[in-house]
Nanobody, 122 residues
């Protein structure tokens, strides 16, 4: 069984920084694209950033470009999100997402973490 477990959320003041991490565990054969999404109260889940397998190709939502950085450590099956210059509009539950092929399958599937709360407030 494959699991994604996030960590690093919390309360931060406007203008501050916060880092999130998400590790894949269990019967993981290969991991493709990994990413972060977020969902604010009353809003739909939205893409924040994605990173390709080799870590060289990244994609960001316009709202976070220049403030957030996504990275990954393939040896640790982990994806990171470094967030800076945070503002109240960044308040949301952040979910990691990964395209994973389990050991028990020849097919890739989309997996989600349980979510971690990020609150930007003074």
């Amino acid at each position: 069984q494959v699991q994604l477990v996030e960590s690093g959320g919390g309360l931060v003041q406007p203008g501050g920084s916060l880092s999130l991490s998400c590790a894949a565990s269990g019967s993981v054969a290969r991991i493709g694209t990994m990413g972060w999404f977020r969902q604010a109260p009353g809003k739909q889940r939205e893409l924040v950033a994605t990173i390709a397998t080799n870590g060289l190709m990244t994609n960001y939502a316009d709202s976070v470009k220049g403030r957030f950085t996504i990275s990954r450590d393939n040896a640790k099956n982990t994806v990171y999100l470094q967030m800076s210059s945070l503002n109240s509009e960044d308040t949301a539950v952040y979910f990691c997402n990964a395209n994973i092929r389990p050991l028990s399958s020849v097919n890739y599937g989309i997996y989600w973490g349980q979510g971690t709360q990020v609150t930007v407030s003074s």
